[in-house]
């Protein structure tokens, strides 16, 4: 009898599979958002945003997506993935805090 047994693994990746298609769903969706928004308030949306594949030799970046921003959702999750949270060393969070837990 195997550890694993392969339906397992079946499964495991089919969720992966949907997990991926959800997730670059939603993605695409806060794409498609910000660039009615920037186009309702008539301003500059998320189409300034390029993943630089190569430089040439004059300094221009070659870019992936730069007109239609394919690759905003992928520099959002990193800008997710590398902020920190910042909060003043003495500040309390509303919920620990204990004049408001006594109430």
Request: proline share 5%; net charge positive.
């Given at each position: 009898?195997?550890?694993v047994d392969?339906?397992?693994?079946?499964?495991?990746?089919?969720?992966?599979?949907?997990?991926?298609?959800?997730?670059?769903?939603?993605?695409?969706?806060?794409?498609?958002?910000?660039?009615?928004?920037?186009?309702?308030?008539?301003?500059?949306?998320?189409?300034?945003?390029?993943?630089?594949?190569?430089?040439?030799?004059?300094?221009?970046?070659?870019?992936?997506?730069?007109?239609?921003?394919?690759?905003?959702?992928?520099?959002?999750?990193?800008?997710?993935i590398l902020?920190?949270?910042?909060?003043?060393?003495?500040?309390?969070?509303?919920?620990?805090s204990s004049?408001?837990?006594?109430?």
């Amino acid at each position: 009898m195997p550890l694993v047994d392969a339906t397992i693994i079946y499964d495991l990746i089919k969720i992966g599979g949907y997990l991926a298609v959800v997730l670059s769903i939603c993605a695409y969706a806060v794409l498609a958002e910000r660039r009615i928004s920037a186009f309702i308030q008539d301003r500059l949306g998320p189409n300034r945003v390029g993943l630089p594949i190569w430089f040439r030799r004059d300094g221009t970046a070659v870019s992936l997506g730069n007109r239609w921003a394919i690759g905003q959702p992928l520099v959002d999750f990193l800008k997710f993935i590398l902020r920190g949270t910042s909060s003043p060393a003495t500040s309390t969070s509303f919920t620990t805090s204990s004049r408001h837990a006594s109430r």
